[in-house]
């Protein structure tokens, strides 16, 4: 059975591996589908379109959108999408320019407590200028020692409620799932099982993205635990969701990921659940 990974990123976002080291590493790991994506942006496609040509691997052209849904941050992946679309690539560019603007704010709350020089020691962490995350404040805080992991920054700073946090308005769920169809692609719910909000408002969720025209939903993801399995392929099977899979891997030794596996084990579906890849 081939191995699927449809969640993963690289320098173009806050991955620290380039797409060319990104693809060899997968081919090392038996991948053989691997997508490619990086947050808000499609610019380490082409390199790794070049890396996985001739072998192999056969790269998804993909890419993590964030949007704000009811005053949540939410991601959606599409697979599949056509980079040179102008419609996805004119809505991702605006993303990104809310980054630059979200990171001073950010790097201003940090000072505000203490922490000095967070917007260049962030930037210095930033392969591409334009995608300037919360992943890449969390690595500087790490290196000058105020905190041990990248995991533990985020809990005690980064996130909702915590002090270097700062509100974000990203693009709207209807505006990022034109923008995926748009580029010919298909839409998933990213690890849907991690977002802070509970039952009731993930299924509403699950049904305004299904009645948008969302096809999938992540059933198998390195983002949350494995015991979520279970009812998230219910949720996938209920709303007339399609399953992918995904590593979301990032770094090496960072979360304890690897590509093409959650927690060293084959990322295999529930026999209930449709693949994504069910109509490639
Ligand atoms: P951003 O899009 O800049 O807000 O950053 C989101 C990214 O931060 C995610 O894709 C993860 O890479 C990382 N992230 C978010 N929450 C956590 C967490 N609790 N622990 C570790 N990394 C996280
Ligand atoms: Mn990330
Ligand atoms: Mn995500
Ligand atoms: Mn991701």
Redesign the pocket.
């Known amino acids: 059975m081939p191995v699927y990974d449809l969640h993963s990123?690289s320098t173009a976002s806050?991955g620290v591996l380039s797409p060319v080291a990104l693809v060899h590493r997968a081919i090392g790991q038996g991948v053989d589908f691997l997508a490619l994506t990086d947050?808000d942006e499609l610019a380490g496609l082409a390199a790794a379109q070049q890396a996985a040509s001739g072998s192999r691997l056969r790269l998804v052209q993909g890419v993590e959108v964030?949007i704000t849904w009811h005053r949540s941050?939410v991601?959606i992946v599409g697979l599949h999408v056509d980079p040179r679309e102008p419609i996805l690539r004119q809505g991702l560019a605006r993303n990104r320019a809310g980054?630059r603007e979200r990171a001073q704010r950010m790097a201003d709350a940090l000072a505000r407590i203490g922490i000095p020089g967070a917007l260049e020691g962030a930037y210095a962490h930033a392969v591409n200028k334009d995608l300037i995350?919360?992943?890449h404040f969390?690595r500087f805080l790490v290196e000058t020692g105020v905190v041990k992991d990248?995991?533990t920054v985020?809990?005690k700073y980064?996130?909702q409620g915590r002090p270097g946090y700062v509100p974000h308005e990203w693009a709207s769920l209807r505006e990022a799932l034109n923008w995926i169809h748009a580029a010919g692609g298909q839409a998933v719910l990213a690890h849907p099982g991690r977002y802070r909000f509970g039952g009731e408002k993930l299924r509403l969720l699950l049904s305004e993205f299904r009645d948008f025209g969302g096809e999938g939903m992540e059933v198998i993801t390195g983002s949350h635990g494995q015991d979520q399995v279970p009812l998230l392929a219910d949720l996938a099977v209920r709303h007339g969701l399609l399953a992918s899979v995904g590593s979301d891997f990032?770094a090496p030794g960072e979360?304890g990921r690897e590509l093409g596996s959650v927690q060293g084990k084959p990322m295999r579906l529930p026999e209930r659940c449709t693949p994504i890849w069910s109509r490639w």
Request: proline residues 0%; glycine residues 10%; aromatic residues 6%.
């Open positions: 990123h806050d947050h964030s941050t991601h980054r995350g919360r992943t969390a990248v995991k985020f809990t980064l996130v990032h979360g």
